[in-house]
């Protein structure tokens, strides 16, 4: 009997947290998603790559890898200067999902994203690309960040 109370008791303890103010932190994951946005817009990336945590991790191109604080910035930095943003707008709503204890979520995301950068000749050149990519989402001391983002594109 003693047995089945312990099993009990634990299978209880790994139910979900009932506490968690699963609506809150929907609005919050929502709004570093629109910040994103202002971010490429205003080509800040400071901004974006600070709300990436510390051991972010990026699956891109058949690639696993942990680009540092510093490897981040100038990517996006350099990624930013490059291109003018036309359009980086969801094709869909966001799905996002929580851990019981809301903290950890992941959010998966369909995105269109219209570029316009000078080409090799000095034209104008207009890009549509239709990305879906997953993100994973940690909530620290310091609010939520991105840890892991898995990306792909049509």
């Known amino acids: ?7 009990l008791l634990l299978l209880q303890s790994c139910g979900s ?7 809150k ?6 709004q570093l998603e629109k910040a ?18 510390d051991s972010f991790l990026s699956i891109n191109k058949g ?3 942990m680009p540092s604080k510093k490897e981040n910035y100038g990517r996006f930095s350099s990624y930013f200067s490059s291109v003018k943003f036309i359009k980086w707008d969801d094709a869909k709503e966001p799905v996002i999902r929580f851990s019981n204890d809301a903290s950890i979520a992941y959010v998966t ?4 994203v219209i570029t316009e950068q ?4 000095g034209g104008i050149v207009i ?6 990519w997953l993100s994973i989402y940690k909530k620290g001391t310091d609010g939520w960040k991105i840890d892991c983002v898995a990306s792909t594109n049509k």
């Open 1 to 7: 009997m003693n047995k089945f109370i312990c099993i």
């Open 17 to 23: 947290d009932t506490s968690a103010d699963y609506e």
């Open 25 to 30: 932190e929907k609005k919050a994951i929502l």
């Open 36 to 53: 994103q946005r202002e971010y490429h817009f205003q080509k800040n990336a400071e901004a974006f790559s600070g709300i990436l945590s």
């Open 63 to 65: 690639v696993v890898s």
């Open 109 to 112: 995301v369909q995105k269109e």
């Open 118 to 121: 000078t080409g090799e000749n």
């Open 127 to 132: 890009d549509t690309t239709h990305f879906a």
